[in-house]
């Protein structure tokens, strides 16, 4: 069974994804003694004192909010490996499973920036003959999941080449005709993926991590490239507690996951680097602010949906404001992050289990939860 992003369940709803760990004794109600934060790290009493109050106890989470180009909080709360008692910090490693999608589009962008693609393209441009019904796909299409192709081409993990990817992407049946419906697909990021390879001549993660991540200064981020150490892994516990092991316990391809996650999925990274991803979102050292344009614009409204769909993000217009958010998630986990453009503030929040049978589930208003969040380092009290 595929394991799709919790933004896909949130749709079908609508419409039927360093630095070493020096930790010290936390506190607070949401992760209580075993919560864990770096002496180094900022802590917003505001956004602790609310996390107490929202946050169950017993999953391992970690938030991180920013005002501008200054981090105003990191820390773990709970447990991000139970049998180790490993607590949970700014600087523990976790999937965050379709926000994977952001990233693949800002590479496509870095291409275009350097008049490699133009995301008004057919796929075609890259990708060789393609048959008649998809000829008329577009790269911004795939961006904005509007290429009428299906969710996944099947598991996750299933043992899938970039070859094999392809050949079944261009003989399954469409869902609708190219730029005619939103349809939320994993697929079209896998094809973007596949895109940026052959253009490049790099590997997806390669390419990614010398265009994106190395000059953003982000380390701890990537599939296999960045040297984590095993214990700084959040390992995934199902919703009766159960472990799932670690993301990188689960079958992959030497360099990273196979093709029905890689490009749409399964990105490890830590709050730290978000924080400096966020640097690159509201700067210029990576993107252009063209670049930054396309990919924070409402391009498609999605059916029943308070929001639009960007590239790789859903973006929502407020009445003082307009704010991007994405998500990811599969059966065990859950990783939201959101961008609030008028001054810049961010907020990212991971969890290694997001349900628990009869107790919690971080799916319920997660959106809502991160504008609370966002609430407190936005408007802090006197």
Same mark, same amino acid.
């Given at each position: 069974m595929a394991l799709p992003g919790s933004l896909v369940l949130l749709l079908v709803l609508a419409l039927v994804g360093c630095s070493d760990v020096h930790t010290v004794g936390g506190t607070g109600a949401g992760g209580g003694k075993e919560a864990a934060t770096s002496a180094r790290d900022p802590i917003d009493p505001a956004v602790e004192r609310f996390l107490d109050e929202a946050l169950p106890s017993g999953p391992g989470i970690t938030v991180a909010t920013a005002r501008g180009d200054r981090l105003t909080h990191c820390a773990g709360r709970g447990l991000s490996d139970h049998a180790a008692k490993t607590p949970a910090t700014c600087d523990t490693v976790y999937d965050?499973?379709? $926000?994977? =999608?952001?990233?693949t589009a800002a590479a496509i962008l870095k291409l275009e920036m350097n008049g490699k693609v133009h995301v008004g393209d057919p $796929?075609?441009?890259?990708?060789?003959?393609?048959?008649?019904? =998809? =000829?008329? $796909?577009?790269l911004h299409q795939l961006l904005t999941h509007t290429a009428g192709l299906p969710q996944s081409l099947?598991?996750?993990?299933?043992?899938l080449t970039r070859a094999q990817m392809l050949a079944q992407a261009m003989k399954t049946p469409l869902q609708s005709a190219p730029g005619k419906e939103f349809h939320y697909s994993n697929l079209g990021y896998s094809l973007l993926a596949a895109i940026i390879e052959k253009v490049s001549g790099q590997s997806y993660e390669h390419f990614l991590a010398q265009h994106l991540f190395r000059p953003a200064g982000m380390s701890r981020t990537g599939y296999v490239l960045p040297d984590w150490q095993r214990a700084q892994v959040a390992v995934e516990y199902d919703r009766n507690g159960r472990s799932q092991g670690r993301p990188i316990d689960h079958p992959w391809a030497p360099d990273g996951p196979y093709w029905n996650l890689r490009g749409n999925g399964g990105m490890l990274t830590t709050a730290r680097d978000m924080f400096r991803w966020h640097r690159v979102l509201t700067g210029e050292t990576v993107l252009s602010t063209a670049a930054k344009l396309k990919l924070f614009a409402p391009h498609v409204r999605v059916p029943e949906v308070d929001g639009a769909y960007g590239y790789g993000w859903v973006v929502i217009d407020s009445d003082d404001d307009r704010f991007a958010w994405h998500d990811g998630g599969n059966d065990w986990s859950l990783a939201t992050v959101a961008e609030f453009h008028r001054d810049d503030t961010m907020v990212f929040w991971v969890s290694n289990q997001a349900y628990r049978k009869g107790k919690w589930n971080l799916e319920d208003d997660h959106v809502e939860l991160t504008q609370d969040i966002a609430d407190r380092v936005r408007h802090p009290a006197p």
């Open positions: 965050v499973m379709s $926000i994977t =999608k952001q990233f $796929i075609g441009t890259y990708l060789g003959r393609v048959p008649g019904d =998809k =000829k008329d $796909i577009t099947g598991d996750d993990y299933d043992p």
